[in-house]
């Protein structure tokens, strides 16, 4: 189904609230049960592009409101430098505000650090082949519209005309819709990687699968 009424556009600074809130309620493919802390998570997921780089963001708007969003890093060392600089500071402040460090479920996590990085240590694919990066998310019933393909091949075209090799993108490994929906549009499985987050039903350690696609 194609929902020709949605609009693709460019983010604009009214729409910070609502990709805030479309990231915090999509967060793990939608279960939220998962997130320690939203505000942080939602912080580290989307303040560079909100609010440092709002040209890699565009959102699907539908009967009026926001129904979903693609950020796109098309600047790695900018993105890595801004998040390093601006971003995870003052995001990891404002958790510590909030009390995380009284949750146990940061403790387990914390817990798990060790293994995360033993696991960690396997080479993923090579960055310089695929710079550009992104994370798409829809609200629930704005699914299975052709929203994504939209906003994922908007960003496509911009990055090809920054004249990026390649980008990339990760899924949950158990996220099958997902990785349906980028292997639809032509991106490829290049590795897998640990994902650091707690369990949510005990399997052990969760994991993520890198897709990419030369431009």
């Known amino acids: 189904m194609d929902d020709g009424a949605a609009e693709i556009r460019p983010y604009e600074p009214r729409d910070r609230a ?9 967060a793990y493919g939608g279960e939220g049960a998962g997130l320690i802390d939203a505000e942080l998570f939602v912080d580290l997921m989307t303040r560079y592009f909100t609010d440092f780089a709002p040209g890699s963001l565009w ?5 009026g409101r926001v129904a979903g969003y693609l950020a796109g890093c098309l600047d790695r060392r900018e993105f890595h430098r801004i998040q390093v600089r601006r971003v ?22 914390l817990l798990d650090l060790p293994g995360f ?4 240590g396997r080479r ?50 158990t996220n099958q819709p997902a990785r349906r929906f980028f292997e639809r549009l032509g991106f490829r499985p290049l590795g897998r990687k640990p994902a650091f987050r707690p369990p949510l039903s005990g399997d052990g350690r969760g994991w993520k699968i890198v897709y990419g696609r030369k431009l």
């Open 88 to 109: 995870v500071p003052a995001a990891v402040a404002g958790a510590l505000g909030r009390g995380v460090l009284l949750r146990r479920e940061l403790w387990s996590l």
């Open 124 to 173: 993923g694919p090579a960055e310089e082949d695929y710079p550009g990066h992104l994370h798409v998310n829809l609200v629930r019933e704005a699914r299975g519209r052709a929203l994504g393909s939209r906003l994922v091949e908007r960003f496509l075209d911009e990055a090809r005309g920054r004249r990026l090799p390649g980008v990339r993108a990760t899924v949950y490994e």
């Open 59 to 63: 959102v699907a708007e539908r009967e």
């Open 117 to 120: 990085l033993a696991a960690s």
């Open 18 to 26: 609502a990709v805030r809130a479309v990231c915090r309620i999509t």
